[in-house]
């Protein structure tokens, strides 16, 4: 599974669908940048209380696609 298609499948998993969500992945051998579009209207899902929706969904990522992405 590669980046991109975690993100997707966790917005999936939130109620959107793949036509509202776009996911752009900037991998550059210092960092791995990521950005995700979504609805106006659902920024708030993502972000959460004080952003702990958007630490716990970096930290997801991080576990999951360590050994792809190694300390990135």
């Known amino acids: 599974m590669n980046l991109q298609t975690f993100v997707t499948h966790v917005c999936n998993h939130c109620g959107l669908a793949e036509d509202q969500v776009t996911v752009a992945v900037d991998d550059t ?15 708030g899902l993502f972000i959460g209380h004080r952003g702990e929706t958007l630490a716990a969904l970096q930290r997801l990522a991080r576990i999951i696609l360590r050994k792809e992405y190694d300390e990135r």
């Open 29 to 43: 051998p210092d960092k791995v940048t990521i950005q995700i579009d979504v609805p106006a209207e659902d920024v």
